[in-house]
């Protein structure tokens, strides 16, 4: 399983991004997909998850009413919408894939893990 991050960059505080990981393989609805992101200094951190059909997602509460996850399973990708975004919301951005996974915000429940997009905002 191969997991590809792309669409981060660089946006002024209360802009937006769209972040989407695609899946290297076909049995992409049996994987739950999460986010995660890391800042300098701080260990990754959860930011959602959705589960293989799309019918349960989860957010950490820092990001909940700003932030969606949704995927599309015809096209083997994950994305997650960031709207008004903060400076404290700058981190490197993983995202993750579990055989059936229920959607943990605990890393050590994710087997798999793209190589994370920078997103970087300013104030």
């Known amino acids: 399983v191969q997991l590809q991050a792309s669409g981060g960059g660089l946006v002024q505080a209360g802009g937006s991004l769209r972040l989407s990981c695609a899946f290297s393989e076909r049995t992409f609805s049996s994987y739950a997909m999460g986010w995660f992101r890391q800042s300098p200094g701080k260990e990754r951190e959860f930011v959602a998850a959705?589960?293989?059909?799309?019918?349960?997602?989860s957010y950490d509460d820092s990001v909940k009413g700003r932030f969606t996850i949704s995927r599309d399973n015809a096209k083997n990708t994950v994305y997650l919408r960031m709207n008004t975004l903060s400076p404290e919301d700058t981190a490197v951005y993983y995202c993750a894939a579990e055989l059936y996974g229920s959607g943990s915000s605990i890393n050590n429940a994710w087997r798999y893990w793209g190589q994370g997009t920078q997103v970087t905002v300013s104030s």
């Open positions: 959705i589960s293989g059909t799309g019918s349960s997602v």
